[in-house]
């Protein structure tokens, strides 16, 4: 998995681009009705919606919840390391 920035794994980023995908295939869909066919529009605007679709679905996904009965990890208590791995003598 790439190391991403944080801010790539947030709803409202998912949004934008799902508005930048409707933007781009609102062009091109636009451009294949004012013109003649082109197989370039098609595949292009659909996969924008398509990409538009997807995007939108990340949004829209909860993020996963702790389990009930398990602390915050800011509230986890690590265990002791206190006098361990000292040789003794």
Excluded: C, N, V
Excluded at 13 to 39: D, K, N, R, T, V
Aim: hydrophobic share 40%.
């Amino acid at each position: 998995m790439l190391p991403l920035p944080r801010f790539a794994t947030r709803p409202w980023f998912f949004g934008l681009l799902a508005l930048l995908h409707l933007y781009l295939g609102g062009e091109h869909l636009l451009h294949l009705l004012q013109h003649p066919i082109s197989w370039t529009d098609t595949w292009k605007s659909s996969g924008a919606i398509f990409g538009a679709y997807y995007f939108t679905a990340l949004a829209a996904r909860q993020r996963p919840r702790p389990a009930l009965g398990t602390l915050p990890r800011s509230q986890q208590t690590r265990p002791s390391t206190i006098g361990a791995g000292r040789p003794r003598g």
